[in-house]
């Protein structure tokens, strides 16, 4: 190519990209003239009847060429034309009524009536604003400038036409007047329609609604500067807390009780350990060596831990005392209204089944550290069941307070003065050496939530407080993308540009991050327009991030390359306007192809746009927002995404779900709020409709923020999403690796999944080992079957893939995928083979899957309803024939290091020695593996097959296999398989007097173990074996295997 060539390519390129982004205005100037006439059949008798009408009517249809004449001379006119279609008594010429709409251009319009004669006459309309708007500088066509005028001089004109219809009833007969009065419904339905669609009869009643944030602090100044003191919040921490695990403790009525599940998910939010044990049971074991195991135990009834059995409760609080271990109790509501009740063995008293409200923290109190007193949560407190404390004893201090409920419990004299009574009681374990925080209600308030965590962090000596720094990005998704009416003004944006500068004040470092897509800039009205200008003009003041050009769904594309131009296009436009590329972040349109994967586009981020950092609601599911949780792909951190309540289509405050009630109670306290107090890193998703019309998302996060100074002690701060995406993978080291679900269970996924990949291919059970106990001869085995078929052989592991346990798990979903084919191809390799389309059962043997530490999770996730088959051998005998076969295959290590040298190597040894001898011995911990295994899939999906029945009688044995996978047909075994001599084992049967046996490799006859292996490897496994049979045993499915009873009563 040419110089000159490639300069008219980049020409070209040049012009398509301009006529891509530049979108026709329409032009002033441009006039429409209606007419229409009235076709009823009696009109030339009735005008026959009326000549002196028809004459002043040839008049009027003069005046209206003088008319026409007059606004067709040069003058703007817009594009709307109003018909109305009045019956005149004076013939065809006087039923045509002419109207133009005429702009001046300087925002300021007038609508007059004109009449001439009898009351015919010329009507001229004239629209203040831009005349291609529908909508512009909140001038509407019923209103007057600035969109705060009114519709008197529309007014005028249907008055004034409805004078007209009057005077022509008084002279001419009803059915005229019928005829008028349905032409003007018809006019005024067409009039008021045409505005309602274009949006501005939607901005005359919905503009200029913005709620204000009403969150006020007693405690806070004008700056958000927290008055009372620059202290610090309470540090929990001691030396007692290095004795204990930072670990919870829950004992629960039962598994399924509604406050043991609150208490549960509060945990697991806040990333803290905990085991839940059902109270009334022996208690677990509470310690390990000299740690204690719990650093706080709760009781989700406070009665449960009073009325416990004299020795598990002496036990459980000695532990307490020896280790400073708190408890922290909930009173359970119960039907009996209990007036001044003792508890038992405390100089304490309760009052329950009470209405409460208006609760406050004691600023004075110990416990708190997240929360911050000195405020009062007004109104009612949900529920009718709260228990009050009563004491007299200084080892008992209030954390919180409340007051009866006046409406249901009235004073008994007028202005009586109500105490507080409290509701949260802090016991600093004065009377027998233990600390307690009990609370006289559950977790439905929203402030016992906050408590309760400090309750813990207190209790446990700060080893469960939780960091009080938190960081918020609010990302503004598709900033140019919106249906006309819904867009940015320039009003909205300097509203934006204030907001934003208040809430840095009390955030530090906060910026809204805008998310772009440059096909739809200038998509607008005039006014809209004009907002997207502004913010351009202001590029500097936010962050900036990419979408994609046309906001497609990435998945969609199959090809690297058009999804590269797409991006190529919207980084055009972001160089031509100015706008930063530089962040290293980007989101998906709906989050299609992050998660699931789609890897083109990782790939193209990464060439185009240099990504680093996305986000998304979607991993591994978006509800529970609790279990959100990031990962690491192809060098791409992908950060978990909240929502705030707002959508697309949440733009006005009356027409917000459940109305600003239900918003002002997520921001006070509710979701909103609860979402930025337990998660450390807050990257929420909000939409350019949300900060236009009634600007819900200022509102929003302005409110919210307010709350969080009021009520919490909390360091609100914000960064760009690289530096966020730094913090939280130090935060959470072990979110690095993703964990790949299967996109056809979720079914959001499988909306946002490319329509070419199909979960049928994935494989309906797993051969997973371990290594050396015949998996091959069993994977030979099954490839017999006309129904069955595995992966394709891989170039680098042959018939494995071994996708779950190694570094192949990074390369991806598609990657595994790739390995399958699709479940219609026929096994040309079968006996038996298959008829194009019948169902195929397909599978994958991977024998190193059955001792990998994060197999079981990984292939759960994506397989959760898979078979898991197994094949357990002597494990002595299995460590043996491992060292041979590294032997065999020219290893180092083993031939150069004795059976006995491997299996006795201490920890000092070199590396690959103690490799070797760690996977010489470790598979073989059979029962330790298959726990682990069954952690995750139930007992019902997994078959054990024994590795000596599998190797002398192959044909019982795969029968049985075939009616556990329930695979149809059944395949007669005994027909194909045959005992070679030579081989030493059984092999396919090919003709009457051939085998096909597998390799050289395959079935080697091996020296003798020597004794001392033996012997040692019998002692080594003797409790793993022991554990193997108590495993089987509770299983129940299997017989105890020769070889197992063998090892166990070899003498020592």
Known sequence: ????????????????????????????????????????????????????????????????????????????TTDRTMLLPLEDAGGAASNIVTYKGKSNGNGYGNAAGNAAGNGNGSVSLEFNGSPTSSMAGGNHLAGGGGGLGSSSEAGGWMCHCCGLIARRCFGFNVRRCVFALLAITVV??????????????????????????????????????????????????????????????????TTYSGLGRDIAELLVYNRIKYKIEVAGKSLPVLTNLDKGRYGVI????????????????????KYCREYSVGIVGFVSPSEETLVGAQLRDFPLFVNTNLRLRDASLNPASSVLRLTRAGETAWGALPGDDWAVFQHNHSTYEPVEWAQRNTQEYPADSVGQVQLPLTTVLQDRGQLDGIQRVLFGSSLRFWLHRLVFLDALSYLSHGQLSLNLDRMILVDIDDIFVGEKGTRLRPDDVRALIATQKNIAAMVPGFRFNLGFSGKYYHHGTREENLGDDFLLQNVQEFNWFSHMWKHQQPHLYDNLTLLMAEMQLNYAFALEHNIPTDSGYSISPHHSGVYPAHELLYLAWKKVWNVKVTSTEEYPHLRPARLRRGFIHRNIMVLPRQTCGLFTHTMYIDRYPGGRDKLDESIQGGELFQTIVYNPINIFMTHMSNYGSDRLA???????????????????????????????????PEEVDPVWGNPCD????????????????????LVIGPQKTGTTALYTFLSMHGSVASNIASPETFEEVQFFNGNNYYRGLDWYMDFFPSEAMPNTTSPMPTQLGSPRFMFEKSATYFDG???????????????????LISPAKRAYSWYQHQKAHGDVIANNYSFYQVITAGDSAPRALKDLRNRCL?????????EHWLAYYPAQQLHIIDGEQLRLNPIDVMNELQRFLKIQPLLDYSNHLRYDVKKGFYCQAVSEKRNKCLGKSKGRQYPTMDERSAKLLQRYYLNHNTALVKLLKKLGSRPIPQWLKDDLSTGT
């Open 188 to 253: 005024s339905i067409f009039y008021y329609t045409h505005y309602v669609d274009t949006g501005v009869f939607n901005g005359l009643i919905q503009r200029d609604t913005h709620p204000a944030p009403i969150i006020n602090c007693r405690m806070i100044n004008s700056g958000g500067k927290h008055v009372r003191d620059a202290s610090p919040a309470p540090d929990h921490r001691s030396e007692a807390r290095l004795r204990i695990d930072p670990k919870v403790l829950v004992f629960v009525e």
């Open 1 to 76: 190519m040419t110089i000159s060539d490639s300069i008219q390519q980049n020409s070209n390129a040049s012009r398509k990209y301009e006529k891509l982004i530049k979108q026709p205005q329409m032009q002033l100037g441009t006039s429409v003239t209606g007419t229409q006439t009235d076709a009823d059949a009696s009109a030339n008798a009735i005008a026959n009847a009326n000549a002196s009408a028809d004459a002043t009517a040839d008049a009027n249809a003069k005046n209206f060429v003088n008319f026409n004449k007059h606004f067709g001379n040069g003058h703007a």
């Open 698 to 732: 200022l509102y929003t996060f302005q409110s919210v923020i307010k709350f969080l100074q009021c009520w919490t002690n909390l360091k609100l701060a914000s960064a760009p999403p690289i530096q966020l995406a730094e913090m939280y993978f130090r935060l959470h």
């Open 853 to 871: 530490e994060a197999v079981p999770k990984r292939a759960h996730s994506l397989l959760p309803h898979a078979k898991i088959v197994t094949i």
């Open 298 to 317: 709760v009781f989700e009834n406070l009665d449960k831990y009073l009325n416990m059995d004299k020795w598990n409760r002496e036990l459980l609080d």
């Open 922 to 930: 470790n598979p073989g911990k059979y029962a330790q593996h298959l």
């Open 746 to 765: 979720d079914v959001r996924h499988k909306k946002i999944w490319s329509k070419t990949k199909n979960c049928d291919s994935l494989p309906k059970f």
